[in-house]
């Protein structure tokens, strides 16, 4: 009798965490933005995390042009990922990248396969070594939110990129009290600090696990304000 609670117990300490730890990850949601760039409005963009099945998620970022030149030259592009969640971090499955102007087109497809990254850039080809824990440069906006709301005030990432994994480092720098389309927000503004690439983001962890702002200077000074999130 003694022998069959004891297993009773076991089993149900072996449950709980994983109970919990569905809980504890974002399962799904829908995040629309404005782009911004240089302060005026360039374009929208949508992220939407969704069950891939089989334990993964998938993770995409659509935007679209809709003013100035964005707008003239048809400028869109899709970033989907695949992922699985790793404890508190979206482990990287799979990365692919289209964008689509009347000028130019561009891809990008990262595949973690085994202990190996292959990557495939237009018509040129990398491959690198894995990392556990690994996720690409789509997610880390998620990743960074997990910890946030965590209470961690500093994170690092391996982030796959494509000819290398990077190991991107952020912290907490301060609070502030955000305006977006979606509201007024008390947030905390991270910022990376490995090196000088002018990412700064604003979350309210509380609430949401991606940036009521998010600011970066490399790929054209863009930013984007939160305009509505729906889901968990």
């Known amino acids: 009798m003694k022998t069959s609670i004891l297993r009773a117990g076991f089993a149900l300490a072996l449950a709980l965490p994983a109970a919990a730890f569905a809980a504890a990850v974002p399962q799904s949601f829908t995040a629309t933005y404005n782009v911004l760039q240089g302060g005026s409005p360039l374009g929208e963009a949508t992220i939407v995390l969704k ?42 499955v799979s990365y692919h990248y289209q964008m689509d102007a009347s000028f130019k087109q561009k891809t990008r497809d990262i595949k973690v396969q085994g202990a190996t990254v292959q990557v495939q850039d237009n018509s040129k080809s990398f491959s690198y070594a894995a990392v556990p824990g690994m996720i690409d440069r789509n997610t880390l906006p998620l ?90």
Do not use: C, H
């Open 143 to 232: 990743a960074l939110g997990v910890a946030l709301r965590d209470g961690k005030q500093e994170a690092a990432f391996p982030v796959a990129v494509k000819q290398a994994v990077e190991n991107q480092q952020f912290k907490v720098s301060g609070k502030e009290k955000i305006t977006v389309p979606a509201g007024s927000f008390d947030t905390v503004r991270v910022d990376r600090t490995d090196t000088d690439r002018g990412f700064n983001a604003w979350y309210a962890p509380a609430k949401y696990p991606v940036p009521v702002k998010l600011a970066q200077k490399d790929g054209g000074d863009l930013t984007l304000e939160l305009v509505k999130f729906e889901g968990k």
């Open 51 to 92: 069950s891939a099945g089989n334990g993964q998620f998938e993770y995409t970022n659509a935007s679209k042009g809709t003013a100035g030149l964005a707008a003239a030259l048809g400028a869109n592009a899709t970033e989907t990922s695949r992922f699985a969640w790793a404890g508190q971090v979206p482990q990287a």
